[in-house]
C-alpha cells in the first residue's frame, strides 16, 4: 500500500481577525505539510452567518499573505458547499444514523432544568432518538426539525494524539449532537468532518479547546465510512498574566503585530518557539523550520506570550533586514503619520544607521521622523547643556557647516577643529547639537546623524542658538 500524501488545513471563522493562536496553527500545519512534500489548505468557516464579515475574510487573507504562508488550496467557503452537507445529512437519514428531532428549545430548557433539579448531567434525552420497538412522538406542525447524530450510546472513542498522546473518551460522555440546525445550515462538527474527508485532510492541527469536540467528529467519520485523519491537539498560548490570550488583555491579532512594526520572519520564528523546539536554536528561518518540522518535539504545556522576548527575536532580524526593505517599511509608517516626503531622501542609509538601536519598524520610523518634523527639545536639558560657554562654538560651527563639503567626514572635522579652538571636550557640544538639531541628547555618532540631513535644514536649526 502507498501511503496518502500529507494534506493538512487551516480553517479559521471569519468573525474578527486571525488571532495569534490560529496563526501558531497555520504555521504548524503549513510547516508539516511542506516537510512532507504535501498541501496545505486554507478553508473559511463561515457558517455563523450573522458573525461572518467580509472585512474578517480579508483581514485574515492579509494576515496569512504577511506571514508567508501561502496554502495550495484555497480560500474554500463552507457557505457554497451547503448542497454538498445536504446531500450527506440525506445519506445519514437514510442509513440510520443520523435522525430528525422536533424539539423546541423552549422544551431543551425545561429538559435541562428538570435534569439539575434531580442533580443529573443535563443534555439531550434523546426523546426523538429511534430505536427498535420505541414509539416516537406525533411530529408536531409548524416545527422545523435538527438533525441530530445518532452516537453510540456504548464503548470509547480512542485515539493516538500527535501531540497529547493516547486519548479516551467513553460515548456515554456525549449525547446525540445536532449536526444541522432548524434553517439547514450545518453545525461546525459536521461540517468539519465532511470538509476534511472530502479535501482529503490527513493531518489536523487544531487547539486542544477542540479535544471534546474530537470523539463527535470520530463518530460521524465512522458513521459516514471515512477514513480518520491524524489528531494533534496543541495547548493554549497563555498571556502574560497567566491566563489564556485574550484580546481583553492585549494585542492577539495578528494584524496588530503588522502594524506595530514587526517583520514577518520574526513572528514566525517566535510562534514557532511557542510550543515546538529543535535543539537550542532560538532564531532560524521558515525554510530550517520546513526542514525540521516533523511532527516530533511539539510541547504539551502551554506557552507563555513573552513580548519582551518577541522585541528580542524582531530586533535580531532588523539588524539582518536589508536597508532598502526597511526603507519602503518606514516610508509606510510615516506616510502613515502624515509626513510627506519629497525630493531625494536617503532613506535606507537612515536605516542602516539607526536599526541596530530598535525593536521594531516603528521604533525605526520614530528616530527618522526627526529628518522631517522637528521635534522641540526639553526645556530643562537645553538649559542644561546649550550654555553660555558653548553657544560661541555652535554658532561658530553654524558658520563652518555652511561652507564645508556636506558629509560625516567634514563634518566630524570641523567639529573637531573648533572644540580645539574653544578648547572643549566633545560631549559639551555634541549633546547641544544633538538638542538642536535631533530634540534629543542621546543618538549615534553626530557626525553620521547630521550628513543625512539636508545641510540647509540643519542651519536652520541651529539658528536658535
Known sequence: MTQAPVRTRIAPSPTGFLHLGTARTALYSWAYARHHGGQFVLRIEDTDV??????SVDQILQSMHWLGL??????????????RYQDVIEGMLAAGTAYRCYTTPEELDAMREQQKAR?????????????????????PEGVKPVIRLKNPREGEVRWADLVKGEIVIANKEFDDLIIQRADGVPTYNFAVVVDDWDMAITHVFRGDE?????????????????????FGHLPVILGEDGLKLSKRRGAVAVSNYEEGGYLPEAMLNYLARLG???????????????SWFDGSHLNKSPAQWDPAKLAWVNAQYLKQAGDDRLAALVLKQLHSRGVQISGDVP???????????CT????????????????????????????????????????????????AGAIQQAIKETIGVHKLKMPQVAIPLRLLVCGRAQTPSIDAVLSLFSRDEVLARLRSV
Not at 496554502?71 to 448542497?83: A, H, K, S, V
Not at 469536540?213 to 491524524?230: C, E, S
Request: charged content about 25%.
Open 50 to 55: 450573522a458573525r461572518s464579515t467580509q472585512d
Open 70 to 83: 501561502d496554502y495550495d488550496e484555497g480560500p474554500i467557503y463552507q457557505m457554497q458547499r451547503l448542497d
Open 119 to 139: 442533580g443529573e448531567k443535563t443534555g439531550y434525552d434523546g426523546r426523538w432518538r429511534p430505536e427498535p420497538g420505541k414509539v416516537l412522538p406525533p411530529v
Open 210 to 230: 477542540h479535544i471534546n469536540n474530537t470523539p463527535w467528529q470520530i463518530n460521524i467519520y465512522q458513521a459516514l465510512g471515512a477514513p480518520l485523519p491524524l
Open 276 to 290: 515546538w523546539s529543535h535543539g537550542d536554536h532560538e532564531l532560524f528561518s521558515s525554510e530550517q523550520m520546513v
Open 347 to 357: 532613506l535606507a542609509s537612515m536605516c542602516a544607521l539607526y536599526k541596530d538601536r
Open 360 to 407: 521594531t519598524v516603528v521604533e525605526l520610523a520614530d528616530w527618522i521622523e526627526m529628518y522631517f518634523v522637528r521635534v522641540a527639545p526639553k526645556a530643562e536639558e537645553v538649559a542644561a547643556h546649550v550654555t553660555d560657554a558653548v553657544r560661541p562654538a555652535l554658532e561658530v560651527l553654524r558658520e563652518r557647516f555652511a561652507e564645508i563639503e556636506w558629509n
